[in-house]
């Protein structure tokens, strides 16, 4: 089933922070972040697995709250190369070696 | 390391006409996916490769969709006929546990 982002869009000024939500109504072993530009290709950003390890790349961290089934990102500061579309994607816990299902993108736009 | 590599990076064709996608994925990576992006939506899983076994494939639509790889290395995915909802980026990406790289894609669209 697929995840569900929020919001489906964000604008923000240089400088400024965001939070983007994942929520899954199953059970899940691990939530992935990816960012894409457009017409590239999605770039992984970082993983969660389940036991709610908060992580960070640069100035974007997430966190996984596996009694919710949901992963938040943070992007504090924002820079404009931040721009892009990020989907998450989240692996099942069963039956295990599952695909990624992603949700639909959250576009979000920083400028100056 | 090389990236994923795909072919044709874009594709226009007639509805009904046949087309074929290929992907060369990183050198070792043994799970191979073809996923299927449409503009403003997030990447839909069509096929799941494990070497060169089909390990989930229930999202492809089969009376259309083919996909095989070849010796566990590279893989093709053909349309035909095409329809003009088939109008999407395909994108191709392999794992190295846990990240997923994913080539640049292929852009199709159908008139």
């Known amino acids: 089933q697929q995840p569900v982002q929020s919001p489906q869009a964000v604008i923000l000024r240089e400088g400024e922070d965001a939070v983007i939500n994942c929520s899954s109504s199953?059970?899940?072993?691990?939530v992935h972040w990816y960012r894409q530009k457009h017409g590239e290709a999605p770039v992984f950003l970082m993983i969660?697995?389940?036991?709610?390890e908060q992580k960070g790349h640069e100035k974007i961290s997430a966190s996984f709250n596996e009694k919710k089934q949901q992963s938040s990102l943070y992007l504090t500061a924002s820079q404009l190369s931040y721009s892009g579309t990020y989907f998450c994607?989240?692996?099942?816990?069963?039956?295990?070696?599952?695909?990624?299902?992603f949700g639909k993108g959250t576009r979000l736009s920083v400028i100056a | 390391e090389a990236g994923v590599a795909q072919s044709p990076r874009y594709k226009i064709i007639e509805k009904r006409q046949s087309v074929a996608f290929w992907c060369n994925p990183i050198?070792?990576?043994?799970?191979l996916y073809w996923y299927q992006q449409i503009l403003g939506q997030g990447p839909k899983l069509l096929i799941q490769?494990?070497?060169?076994?089909?390990?989930?494939d229930s999202q492809l639509p089969k009376d259309r969709f083919s996909a095989e790889r070849l010796k566990g290395v590279d893989s093709t995915l053909k349309i035909q006929p095409a329809k003009l909802e088939d109008s999407a980026v395909y994108l191709c990406?392999?794992?190295?546990?846990?990240?997923?790289?994913f080539g640049q894609g292929t852009r199709l669209t159908v008139v």
């Open positions: 994607g989240t692996e099942a816990e069963y039956p295990g070696n599952t695909p990624l299902v």
């Open positions: 199953k059970a899940l072993y691990s």
């Open positions: 050198s070792g990576h043994a799970t």
């Open positions: 990406a392999t794992t190295s546990t846990p990240q997923a790289f």
């Open positions: 490769f494990q070497n060169n076994g089909v390990v989930d």
């Open positions: 969660l697995l389940k036991g709610g």
